[in-house]
């Protein structure tokens, strides 16, 4: 099995890592150290229908390399309020594509926006930061998903399992187990995305982590966030929710200097069959 190391390298050329904000942008509050091109590897694990076949469903698992791209938006953005003042918020556009790691075919591309908005309602702990994450996806739908923001000073990994079995299908926990897994990743991986993020940081010190997690079935008053989706999608693989954490991280290097490295996990619930298959990618990237 490989070092970890050497399975987060940059899919092409190796870079230089970049370190963290010096001068932390108010403004842009937890997005702060977001801008910037992020490049590196992960895993995608995703459960398909079958038109008019054998079997009604197939597993698909491709090993990743990934591009994220993320720039600043200029000025401030007005939101003009009738029965609330008005407010005034910044926030980051991106661009994310993702192929796969051995035949480089691209797999997704996800242009979208980052919001750093102000609380509504105001929060009740004032360490709680309050976000936003607007995406669209070429085949064919638009997602928007809020969420809360913290901060972590220690130098330990804590992520939960992401665990893409789906309830109600005898067979697939048989087919996960058995799946033939990408080289180098670890044993269990193809039932618990998630490992590979542990994996990737265990031999790290990291002393920062701003942690970002955001929804689109976020239970707030009045109620925000959701997928729409072109017809045929909703009629044959209608995505029903979306959830995904997001680290950014501050990994101390041998010499003493900081780097930044981006992890994330995210889960898409796909409706077909009267089943929800979960989709699963994760990725760890290092800004360039």
Same mark, same amino acid.
């Given at each position: 099995?490989?070092e970890?190391?050497?399975l987060? !390298?940059?899919p092409?050329?190796?870079l230089?890592?970049?370190?963290p904000?010096?001068?932390?942008s108010?403004?842009?509050?937890?997005?702060?150290?977001?801008?910037?091109t992020?490049?590196g590897?992960g895993f995608?694990v995703m459960?398909?229908?079958?038109?008019?076949?054998?079997?009604?469903?197939?597993?698909k698992? !491709?090993s990743?390399?990934?591009?994220?791209?993320?720039s600043?938006?200029?000025a401030?953005?007005?939101?003009?309020?009738?029965?609330?003042?008005?407010v005034?918020f910044?926030?980051?556009?991106?661009l994310q594509?993702v192929?796969?790691?051995?035949t480089?075919g691209?797999l997704?591309?996800?242009?979208g926006?980052?919001?750093?908005?102000?609380p509504d309602?105001?929060?009740?702990?004032?360490?709680?930061?309050?976000v936003?994450r607007?995406a669209?996806?070429?085949h064919? !739908?638009a997602?928007?998903?809020q969420g809360t923001?913290f901060?972590m000073v220690?130098p330990t990994f804590?992520i939960s399992?992401?665990d893409?079995?789906p309830?109600?299908?005898p067979?697939?926990?048989g087919?996960?187990?058995?799946?033939?897994?990408?080289?180098d990743?670890?044993?269990g991986s193809?039932?618990?995305? !998630?490992?590979i993020?542990?994996w990737a940081?265990?031999?790290?010190?990291i002393t920062?982590t701003v942690?970002?997690q955001v929804?689109?079935?976020l239970?707030?008053?009045?109620p925000?966030?959701?997928?729409d989706?072109?017809?045929?999608?909703?009629?044959n693989?209608?995505?029903?929710r979306?959830?995904?954490?997001f680290?950014?991280?501050?990994?101390?290097?041998?010499?003493?200097?900081?780097?930044?490295?981006?992890?994330?996990?995210?889960?898409?619930?796909l409706?077909?069959?009267? %089943?929800?298959?979960?989709?699963?990618? %994760?990725a760890t990237l290092?800004?360039?």
């Amino acid at each position: 099995m490989s070092e970890p190391a050497k399975l987060f !390298n940059a899919p092409s050329t190796v870079l230089r890592a970049s370190a963290p904000s010096i001068a932390p942008s108010p403004q842009l509050g937890p997005l702060t150290d977001l801008p910037g091109t992020w490049v590196g590897t992960g895993f995608n694990v995703m459960w398909l229908p079958i038109f008019d076949g054998p079997a009604t469903f197939r597993l698909k698992m !491709n090993s990743t390399s990934e591009i994220l791209t993320v720039s600043k938006i200029g000025a401030d953005i007005p939101n003009r309020g009738s029965v609330e003042p008005d407010v005034h918020f910044l926030g980051v556009h991106y661009l994310q594509q993702v192929s796969d790691a051995t035949t480089h075919g691209q797999l997704h591309i996800e242009p979208g926006v980052w919001l750093n908005l102000p609380p509504d309602p105001p929060a009740d702990n004032p360490n709680v930061s309050f976000v936003a994450r607007l995406a669209t996806i070429p085949h064919g !739908n638009a997602l928007l998903a809020q969420g809360t923001t913290f901060e972590m000073v220690r130098p330990t990994f804590d992520i939960s399992d992401a665990d893409t079995t789906p309830a109600g299908v005898p067979e697939a926990p048989g087919m996960l187990l058995s799946a033939i897994l990408p080289r180098d990743f670890p044993w269990g991986s193809a039932q618990n995305p !998630n490992l590979i993020l542990e994996w990737a940081v265990s031999e790290q010190t990291i002393t920062k982590t701003v942690v970002i997690q955001v929804a689109t079935d976020l239970a707030t008053t009045p109620p925000s966030g959701g997928i729409d989706n072109i017809a045929f999608i909703e009629s044959n693989a209608k995505p029903t929710r979306m959830s995904a954490t997001f680290w950014i991280e501050s990994v101390r290097q041998r010499d003493g200097s900081l780097t930044l490295q981006l992890q994330y996990s995210q889960k898409v619930l796909l409706r077909f069959g009267g %089943i929800d298959w979960p989709h699963v990618s %994760i990725a760890t990237l290092v800004q360039q």
